[in-house]
Nanobody, 115 residues
Framework: QVQLVESGGGLVQPGGSLRLSCAAP????????MNWFRQAPGKQRELVAG???????TYAVSVKGRFTISRDSAKNTMYLQMNSLKPEDTAVYYC?????????WGQGTQVTVSA
């Protein structure tokens, strides 16, 4: 079972910043398109941002200009830098790795934006 391990969630005030991390096994990370999804209470899981091994990153309209996705091959880790956070960003954030023959998820990390 492939394990993706998220970290970095927490409670932050509106306008604040957080950085999420997702560590993956080398065998997966070097081949996968890596994504961040989120799911708020009572809502469907949605794609926040994606970064392929090569190519262009993608962002949900709601986070474009505020969030930045990146990946570090030396550390087998993906990041999501979240700035100017809003209460509507409150959700459980999930790391996802997609490749030929696999579609793997982490267990999620809670992000709460509240005064």
């Amino acid at each position: 079972q492939v394990q993706l391990v998220e970290s970095g969630g927490g409670l932050v005030q509106p306008g604040g910043s957080l950085r999420l991390s997702c560590a993956a096994p080398t065998s997966i990370f070097n081949r996968a398109t890596m994504n961040w999804f989120r799911q708020a209470p009572g809502k469907q899981r949605e794609l926040v941002a994606g970064i392929p091994r090569y190519g262009t990153t993608t962002y949900a309209v709601s986070v474009k200009g505020r969030f930045t996705i990146s990946r570090d091959s030396a550390k087998n880790t993906m990041y999501l830098q979240m700035n100017s956070l809003k209460p509507e960003d409150t959700a459980v954030y999930y790391c996802n790795a997609v490749g030929v023959g696999y579609d793997t998820w982490g267990q999620g990390t809670q992000v709460t934006v509240s005064a």
